[in-house]
């Protein structure tokens, strides 16, 4: 019995002065076949629609899958199709197949993306293979129409970071017929002139390219956040959608080809990546929850228990008071009938007026109308002040044609702007105010409770809890109680978290985070100060500290993302001391005091801001 020996490695030298034959041996379980009897089995191609579906991947004749390429070629599928032309379908049985939906354009930049890339000189400075790299990502793809406005977006962008410059107003001519800019003192060489338009302007491209090259994390919070508001592309629901995909597939390039290669870049773009891909999430949804809120709760208790806003209160100014001027009568024009000659008539034809100009109160003298449209005895009632006296606001005026025919043509009334319809519609001042009744039934909600602090401010998602299981109460618990579960088993809550305190500065220039603000409205004990270190007063609300829970409608618990923020007026819920008062229930011994829980609602929504929100800096 023969024992297989382990054959040496070959030496480098063995390697190079290798020859065949001789030939190695053949493996165990391996066939060698010569290339005379060799077939080639090419690929499966799925001809009918079960082989279709069956077909997971794609394998060739063995059975062996496939390894796509990266790079994707138009007659990939050219086969495919052709035995697809070929097969007919039954003349008794047709199939209509659903077009394909067209693809967006960035799904078609996608299928491509990884690898447009291109090779960058280091040696190059750090602004200038921006610029290069700028011009290589907008010609090395296809752009989509004009009319989806992506290229526009894409120059508010580079003028955003400095990579496009905003050309100036044209300048007025001087006194010798040259231009403002052109007209340049020869003796300005002793430093004493002024800097010109074209020096400010390269002055600002070049700050804005600082700013991007040193913090581009910074400087994609500010775009996404406050200069998107500026600019008004935020209330622009398809520019909220492409500007972050644009910009996103713009910092993948920088990375992928390595544009910075250097740590202290590279490490800050892929920073400003995950600022931006928030955005790609945050700013549709925006539109999203603008869309769904205030919700049928807060509507409802808002018809409840009325507005919570103060009216405003319109005074004069104290210097010029109404009473103290004296303004001379208006003199009323004089009309002189006889300077105004009357218009032609031609009996033979259409009438035509040869002035322009009517007598309008002649025209409204001609018909006498008594008090509120009773018309004088003997005179037509087809044509009054209010309208036909035949019939009332409720019935519409209907004749038929005898009587349209017997009718003076020159009085004719103007056609009915009323018609089934209009009559049938309901009109805005009939619309009842929402209610909770379709949401919550028959409640005691309206005798139990009532309107608490009114609070207007910018908070902070932190997280939405579900609607609660439902749970047996006490025998003697107040109905208070009661309708308060009732409450945290309908609706989900949303708790938020006040915004981070900003410096007063930034309040005082407009900023759009609106501090914490009691209205005038508001009912119940505020403690103002959110640096009190000390015991905080009991059952005071603390707009700087506390958290709040929004009672929502539970569909909506999708549309909610951890971090974004809401400007609204916000209206606590609480236990009305009357009612609770009157309905207490005598309590027997001594236990411990159950903590009640404070609900609130949304009255009206000022704005939705993204998690990363920051306002503009401004330069000193």
């Given at each position: 019995m023969e024992i297989d020996r382990a054959e040496p490695a070959l030496t480098l030298e063995a390697a190079q002065m290798l020859r065949f034959p001789p030939f190695p041996t053949v493996p165990d379980g391996v066939e060698l076949i010569s290339f005379l009897s060799f077939r080639p089995s090419g690929i499966c191609v799925p001809i009918d629609d079960d082989d279709e579906d069956r077909a997971t991947e794609e394998i060739d004749g063995l059975g062996i899958p496939t390894i796509a390429l990266r790079a994707k070629h138009a007659t990939d599928n050219a086969e495919r199709k052709k035995k697809k032309k070929k097969k007919k379908v039954g003349g008794s049985q047709q199939v209509q197949v659903a077009p394909e939906k067209p693809k967006t354009w960035w799904e078609v930049w996608e299928e491509l993306e990884d690898i447009r890339r291109n090779p960058y000189d280091r040696n190059m400075a750090a602004p200038d293979r921006l610029y290069q790299a700028g011009g290589d990502f907008k010609n090395g793809r296809t752009w989509p129409a004009a009319s989806l406005g992506v290229q526009h977006v894409w120059d508010i962008f580079r003028l955003y970071i400095g990579l496009l410059q905003q050309s100036p107003a044209p300048k007025e001519a001087t006194q010798d017929g040259a231009a403002g800019s052109d007209n340049v003192d020869s003796d300005s060489d002793d430093g004493n002139d002024a800097p010109t338009d074209d020096k400010i302007e390269d002055q600002v491209e070049d700050n804005r390219l600082e700013i991007f090259l040193n913090d581009p994390e910074l400087s994609m919070k500010l775009f996404f956040s406050s200069h998107f508001r500026e600019r008004g592309l935020i209330w622009s629901e398809p520019r909220c959608v492409a500007t972050p995909i644009l910009v996103?597939?713009?910092?993948?390039?920088?990375?992928?080809?390595?544009?910075?290669?250097?740590?202290?870049?590279?490490?800050l773009i892929r920073r400003a990546l995950e600022i931006?891909?928030?955005?790609?999430?945050?700013?549709?949804?925006?539109?999203?929850?603008?869309?769904?809120?205030?919700?049928?709760?807060?509507?409802?208790?808002?018809?409840?228990?009325?507005?919570?806003?103060?009216?405003?209160?319109?005074?004069?100014?104290?210097?010029?008071?109404?009473?103290?001027?004296?303004?001379?009568?208006?003199?009323?024009?004089?009309?002189?009938?006889?300077?105004?000659?009357?218009?032609?008539?031609?009996?033979?034809?259409?009438?035509?007026?040869?002035?322009?100009?009517?007598?309008?109160?002649?025209?409204?003298?001609?018909?006498?109308?008594?008090?509120?449209?009773?018309?004088?005895?003997?005179?037509?009632?087809?044509?009054e002040g209010?309208?036909?006296?035949?019939?009332?606001?409720?019935?519409?005026?209907?004749?038929?044609a005898d009587e349209d025919k017997d009718k003076d043509t020159a009085h004719e009334p103007a056609p009915e702007i009323w018609d089934a319809s209009t009559a049938e519609a309901p009109a805005t001042w009939d619309l009842e105010p929402p209610t909770l009744l379709p949401l919550m039934g028959p409640t005691a909600l309206p005798q139990t409770h009532t309107t608490g602090v009114v609070e207007q401010s910018t908070r902070r998602i932190v997280r939405v809890d579900p609607p609660r299981l439902p749970r047996l109460l006490a025998q003697n618990a107040p109905p208070a109680e009661a309708v308060e579960e009732d409450l945290a088993c309908r609706f989900a809550r949303l708790i938020l978290a006040p915004w981070d305190r900003l410096d007063q500065r930034i309040y005082e220039a407009g900023s759009d985070v609106l501090p914490p603000s009691v209205l005038s409205t508001s009912r119940g004990q505020v403690v103002m100060d959110e640096e009190e270190d000390g015991e905080p007063t009991p059952g005071a609300h603390r707009p700087w500290k506390d958290e709040i829970a929004v009672l929502v409608n539970p569909n909506l618990t999708d549309i909610f993302i951890k971090g974004m923020g809401f400007g609204a007026i916000w209206v606590e819920i609480v236990r009305d001391k009357e009612a609770e008062d009157s309905s207490a229930a005598p309590k027997k011994g001594k236990g411990k005091k159950k903590e009640v829980p404070k609900y609130w609602y949304m009255e009206q929504l000022v704005h939705q801001i993204p998690s990363f929100y920051i306002d503009k800096i401004e330069e000193d």
């Open positions: 996103s597939f713009f910092l993948r390039y920088l990375i992928r080809s390595r544009v910075f290669p250097e740590p202290e870049y590279d490490r931006v891909e928030l955005a790609r999430v945050e700013l549709p949804n925006s539109w999203k929850m603008g869309r769904a809120l205030p919700d049928a709760f807060s509507d409802g208790c808002k018809g409840l228990w009325g507005s919570m806003q103060p009216m405003p209160i319109w005074t004069l100014p104290a210097d010029s008071p109404s009473d103290s001027i004296d303004e001379p009568d208006m003199k009323r024009p004089k009309l002189d009938d006889t300077e105004s000659p009357e218009p032609e008539i031609c009996l033979d034809g259409p009438a035509v007026l040869e002035n322009p100009y009517v007598d309008i109160a002649a025209e409204l003298n001609s018909v006498p109308v008594s008090e509120w449209g009773a018309t004088e005895a003997g005179q037509d009632t087809t044509m209010w309208g036909p006296a035949k019939d009332s606001w409720d019935n519409i005026a209907t004749h038929s």
